[in-house]
């Protein structure tokens, strides 16, 4: 799959602005694009960001990090970095909770 949205960096921006502009976390714009460290100062101008597209799922009994992720394709590491509440161990998932983000699979 490849991202539904892609953005390239002007000067002056950072990632506060952008996810705010795209209507997505911060957390799911660095998920989205692994070159960019976690403070998000390696932008540079002309540099190509995928612009995440999330889905909302919600949580049913059974439900741990690896299930959720393999239905979207992307990785246990991709879904908690998407969802900064779910704690290392994914141990805190509740049946029925509806503010999961997930991010669609994205490469390019």
């Known amino acids: 799959t490849s991202c539904q949205t ?10 506060v602005a952008l996810a705010a502009k795209f209507d997505v976390t911060d957390a799911a714009l660095l998920a989205a694009n692994p070159a960019v460290d ?10 190509k960001l995928c612009i995440p597209c999330t889905a909302e799922y919600t949580v049913k009994s059974g439900d741990v990090c ?14 908690e970095a998407a969802n900064t509440d779910i704690d290392p161990l994914c141990d805190n998932l509740q049946p029925g909770e509806v503010s999961i ?8």
């Open 66 to 79: 690896i299930s959720i992720a393999n239905m979207f394709n992307i990785t246990a590491a991709q879904l």
């Open 6 to 15: 892609t953005y390239t960096v002007i000067s002056g921006d950072n990632c």
């Open 101 to 108: 983000d997930v991010l669609v699979a994205s490469n390019f």
């Open 38 to 47: 976690a403070n998000c100062d390696n932008l540079f101008v002309g540099q």
